[in-house]
């Protein structure tokens, strides 16, 4: 039973949520989204994600009072919303619905991840470093590996749609949700399997055996992908991955109603060749069945750029802390969207604004001189010091940038 506290926190929030999310600004913000995908020059979408929570709290703001567990989830994630759109001169990614996970179970792929040793700045924070030892050294342990079978859980569903309809009322429009995009990180995964080291020498000593490793992990991915087409809703929701998903083409049902969002974090240090023979030619297949890719995370691509042109959907391509911005927007031009990540670290102890102008300021001058549409995406915000203004401060500076270029 969820108590009627419970009820009435939550209902509440929902109210405050949704007086800032049914606005017109909010229209129109969704369609600078959208025009920003389509590869129109506007104002580009500033978004921040990956936020250290916990660090955040200013006057008991994300204070949950709700006894229930998953009640208080669901009152965090209201509290962070509301928290998002009064504090940040930022855009935001909330729609008018509350989405349910529809329930799947998974057996898997019959090898897990080992670690030996971990390292933790504080008791908290997600963020830690891990030794990860090589559960995939040679043939033996390949074997093992195997494909996932997924079963559908309605009765899971069915729990759950209760529980919600219980929690908010009619508050909010509830939806059951299964698909909305593929988040394809093979490698980051095998990664996790080996560490970094055994791939890298592998490139050289053993190519042969990656390639099955990937091989492995790329027919893991259709059956995922063959199972959601033929079981569960597609549908689009705001965020990809931490940017804004609105675009212009995409088809009604299917996997082509949403887009392929990839990464080989690993390969940022290899060449364009390697490049291509171990990610970007496994990409194709899977790829090919969404209607759009946007590809990168933390890796450096500006020498990648050209071998990321080769995947036919590309829409949307990464450029981060540690690429050349110059070398990036050149060769994206106008063709892609260049999906800016500043560096979190001017965030982590205390915020310089002129630091942060400089580098907007750049970011903003680039693209202006290769006609390059763009979004700004501040994420993998391991901490901020237990400073929120640091994030408010941040947002404000980029926010006062944008209003020199843009109406």
Not at 36 to 54: A, C, G, H, Q, S
Not at 284 to 303: N, Q
Request: glycine share 4%.
């Amino acid at each position: 039973m969820i108590t009627q506290n419970d009820k009435s926190t939550v209902r509440e929030l929902v109210k405050r949520y949704m007086a800032l999310v049914c606005t017109e600004k909010q229209k129109k913000m969704t369609e600078r989204f959208r025009a920003t995908n389509d590869l129109k020059l506007v104002r580009p979408p500033v978004i921040l994600e990956e936020i250290p929570w916990y660090q955040m709290n200013i006057d008991g703001e994300l204070t949950c009072v709700c006894e229930d567990e998953r009640a208080r989830n669901v009152e965090l994630y209201f509290r962070k919303a509301i928290f998002y759109m009064t504090h940040f001169k930022a855009d935001n990614l909330y729609e008018p619905v509350f989405r349910v996970k529809q329930a799947v179970e998974s057996t898997g792929i019959g090898i897990a991840m080992k670690t030996s040793d971990m390292k933790r700045t504080d008791s908290v924070n997600n963020i830690v470093s891990r030794e990860f030892e090589d559960v995939l050294e040679d043939e033996s342990a390949l074997v093992k590996m195997h494909s996932p079978v997924f079963t559908l859980r309605p009765d899971k569903d069915e729990e759950n749609m209760e529980f919600y309809t219980e929690l908010l009322g009619d508050s909010i429009p509830i939806k059951l949700s299964g698909f909305n995009f593929l988040y394809f990180a093979p490698w980051d995964k095998i990664t996790r399997l080996r560490g970094v080291e055994p791939i890298l020498m592998d490139m050289y000593d053993r190519p042969e055996y990656l390639h099955r490793i990937i091989e492995k992990f790329v027919s893991a991915t259709h059956a995922e992908l063959d199972f959601a087409e033929k079981n569960l809703a597609v549908s689009l929701q705001p965020s990809l991955h931490c940017t804004p998903s609105a675009v212009s083409g995409l088809e009604n049902e299917g996997l082509k109603a949403t887009w392929c969002r990839s990464m080989a974090q690993t390969f940022g240090v290899i060449s364009p060749a390697m490049f291509e023979e171990f990610e970007v030619n496994y990409l194709h297949s899977v790829a090919e069945r969404f209607k759009y890719t946007y590809y990168g995370c933390c890796e450096p691509l500006d020498d990648k750029i050209e071998v990321l042109k080769k995947i036919s959907n590309l829409r949307k391509i990464g450029c981060s802390p540690w690429a050349n911005v110059e070398k990036c927007a050149e060769q994206i031009g106008k063709d892609y969207v260049l999906a800016r990540k500043p560096n979190p670290a001017h965030v982590a102890i205390k915020t310089d604004p002129e630091v942060i102008k400089r580098e907007i300021e750049d970011t903003v001058k680039t693209c202006i001189k290769y006609g390059c549409p763009y979004d700004v995406v501040l994420k993998d915000i391991s901490t901020v010091s237990h400073r929120p203004d640091n994030l408010i401060v941040w947002a404000q500076t980029v926010s006062d940038v944008l209003d020199k270029y843009y109406d």
